[in-house]
T-cell receptor, first 116, second 114 residues
Framework: EAGVTQFPSHSVIEKGQTVTLRCDPI?????LYWYRRVMGKEIKFLLH????????ESGMPNNRFLAERTGGTYSTLKVQPAELEDSGVYFC??????????????FGSGTQLSVL | KNEVEQSPQNLTAQEGEFITINCSYS?????LHWLQQHPGGGIVSLFM???GKKKHGRLIATINIQEKHSSLHITASHPRDSAVYIC????????????????FGEGTQLTVNP
C-alpha cells in the first residue's frame, strides 16, 4: 500500500514567487492534514480537510496560503507570494476517519521550502 | 509556553544505554502520540496511547493521565535509533475528536554513538 506522498521534496524560491505543494494521501483516507515546522520551532497545525471540505483552517497563518482538495483526493497548498518566514518543512498527514481519537495518522516525508 | 513540553531537547548516548524521553502537557487530551523522524525522512508514528503502557520491540511508552506526563523509553539503544522523537497530543474526546488536530512538542534529538 502506498503511503502519503508529497511533492516536491525540496523547493527553493525567491521572495515574492509562488509555490504549490502537493500531498497525495493514502487512498480512502478522508482526513488530510497540513502541518508546518519552521526552523527551531515545534510542528504546527495548518489545516484539516475531511474529504473535500475544510474542517478546520484556523492554523493557516494568513491569506497568502491557499489549500484545496478537489474531489477529496490529493491536496495542494499554494503560497502566493512567498515570504522569507514561510521557509520550513511542510508535512502532510492522512487518516481514515470515523474511528474516534484512536485513528492512526500517516505522515508524508515533507516538503522542505526555502524562500530566499 | 508550549502546551506540550519535551525533555531533554538533545540527548547523546552510548550504544546499549537505556534512554528516557519525557513529555508533559497542559491540556486535556484524548490520545498521545510518539513520533520518530529520521534525518531527511518522514515522520513515523511509533505509539498512540491514552492510558497505561505500550511496548514494541525495544521501545516502551507510558502515560500518566493524572500527572499529564508520558515517557518514551528505549532499551539497549543502537545507533540506528538516532532520530528526532516527537510527542504530540490530540485534544477532545470521543468520536468527534477523530478530526482533532495534534499539538506537538519541539522534539528530542537523540544521537546514539557506537
Amino acid at each position: 500500500e502506498a503511503g502519503v506522498t508529497q511533492f516536491p521534496s525540496h523547493s527553493v524560491i525567491e521572495k515574492g514567487q509562488t509555490v504549490t505543494l502537493r500531498c497525495d494521501p493514502i487512498s480512502g483516507h478522508d482526513n488530510l492534514y497540513w502541518y508546518r515546522r519552521v526552523m527551531g520551532k515545534e510542528i504546527k497545525f495548518l489545516l484539516h480537510f475531511v474529504k473535500e471540505s475544510k474542517q478546520d483552517e484556523s492554523g493557516m497563518p494568513n491569506n497568502r496560503f491557499l489549500a484545496e482538495r478537489t474531489g477529496g483526493t490529493y491536496s495542494t497548498l499554494k503560497v502566493q507570494p512567498a515570504e522569507l518566514e514561510d521557509s520550513g518543512v511542510y508535512f502532510c498527514a492522512s487518516s481514515q476517519g470515523g474511528q474516534g481519537y484512536w485513528e492512526k495518522l500517516f505522515f508524508g516525508s515533507g516538503t522542505q521550502l526555502s524562500v530566499l | 509556553k508550549n502546551e506540550v513540553e519535551q525533555s531533554p531537547q538533545n540527548l547523546t548516548a552510548q550504544e546499549g544505554e537505556f534512554i528516557t524521553i519525557n513529555c508533559s502537557y497542559s491540556v486535556g487530551i484524548s490520545a498521545l502520540h510518539w513520533l520518530q523522524q529520521h534525518p531527511g525522512g518522514g515522520i513515523v508514528s511509533l505509539f498512540m496511547l491514552s492510558s497505561g503502557k505500550k511496548k514494541h520491540g525495544r521501545l516502551i511508552a507510558t502515560i500518566n493521565i493524572q500527572e499529564k506526563h508520558s515517557s518514551l523509553h528505549i532499551t539497549a539503544s543502537h545507533p540506528r535509533d538516532s532520530a528526532v522523537y516527537i510527542c504530540a497530543v490530540r485534544s477532545g474526546r470521543g468520536v468527534e475528536s477523530s478530526g482533532s488536530r495534534l499539538t506537538f512538542g519541539e522534539g528530542t534529538q537523540l544521537t546514539v554513538n557506537p
